[in-house]
């Protein structure tokens, strides 16, 4: 009696392990995806991120709602989403401001990228643009470059802010160039954009997505990309190198991010909709007509990327003496 006892027992077990073990996953999302924005509306990062909202969206008939959370060059963003539950559903908009500069400027933040963070999919790069108004004197960077040794620190460039990699790419430039620019730091990519546009500063110098609108309207005169070719959107603007200044090259990156610990399972099926997105020709064309180049990544070579900008813009930050005012 015993015997049958134990092997019954035992069968039933078996029968259950063996039936929680095929449960279905929960379904995700299971609620709407929060994507947030680490800077205020207007600037490239935010036009990108509504854009990924939108077309994830649209394909999957999910509710991806992009909710901007600006501040201290991108942190507080990032912090807020390293601190929501890793289920998939809190997402935010990652790139190399926040993530690979801002750790070496804030020195007290409480969050680590590399540790706190799980890379999802990368979107899209960027050159950063060097451009004045139509009605500045300067026609190319040449001009810019005359006008800088003729009297140094009487060009100015405004840039979204100390420490940016939009502010390290010009302070990189002043270095490759030899010269000595006036650095205007503003809070964000619109209101250094509306004083070039008005004259107020000589040169902006902006990530292109935030400065497309006005180049396309005839407002704002590009003279160079930094990147090491030329941008696919603005294939008549000459890059840094062409202009006479070998081997500059600076661009950034933008890339959706969850909190550390988030599931496997679930950063696969976001990476694959979010490549399934960069493939089409709709989501190549609306990317491009922002001024930036898509490209998808499997998380594991966005993961790595993090980490070799991480370690390598160390070194750009500490040289160039950016500081937090």
Do not use: C
């Amino acid at each position: 009696m015993i015997r049958k006892f134990l092997t019954f027992t035992a069968l039933a077990l078996a029968v259950g392990t063996s039936a929680h073990a095929q449960a279905p996953a929960p379904a995700f999302p299971s609620k709407p995806i929060r994507l947030i924005v680490p800077f205020p509306p207007g600037g490239g990062t935010d036009i990108l991120s509504r854009l990924v909202a939108t077309k994830l969206t649209e394909a999957n008939k999910w509710t991806v709602v992009a909710d901007n959370k600006g501040g201290a060059g991108g942190t507080i963003g990032i912090g807020e989403a390293v601190k929501a539950a890793p289920t998939g559903h809190d997402l935010v908009m990652g790139q190399k401001d926040n993530l690979v500069i801002g750790p070496w400027l804030y020195k007290n933040l409480p969050w680590d990228p590399t540790r706190d963070l799980t890379a999802v999919a990368h979107v899209a790069w960027t050159p950063v643009i060097i451009a004045t108004s139509v009605n500045s004197k300067y026609k190319t960077l040449a001009d810019v470059v005359a006008a800088a040794k003729a009297a140094p620190g009487t060009v100015t460039y405004g840039s979204p802010g100390n420490g940016t990699s939009i502010h390290l790419a010009g302070d990189l430039f002043e270095k490759a160039a030899g010269i000595k620019l006036s650095h205007i730091p503003y809070k964000g990519s619109n209101p250094a954009l509306m004083d070039a546009l008005a004259g107020n500063v000589d040169l902006l110098v902006s990530s292109v997505p935030s400065a497309m609108g006005q180049i396309k309207a005839g407002k704002l005169r590009p003279l160079a990309v930094t990147s090491a070719q030329r941008s696919s959107s603005l294939p008549d603007v000459p890059t840094v190198a062409e202009s006479g200044f070998k081997d500059f090259d600076v661009s950034t990156w933008y890339g959706l991010f969850a909190p550390a610990g988030t599931p496997a399972s679930i950063v696969g099926i976001l990476n694959a909709e979010v490549n399934k997105l960069l493939a089409t020709a709709e989501m190549k064309s609306a990317i491009h007509a922002q001024g930036a180049e898509p490209q998808a990544m499997t998380s594991a070579q966005f993961e790595a990327l993090l980490k070799t900008d991480y370690a390598k813009w160390k070194g750009i930050v500490e040289a160039s003496g950016a500081k937090i005012e």
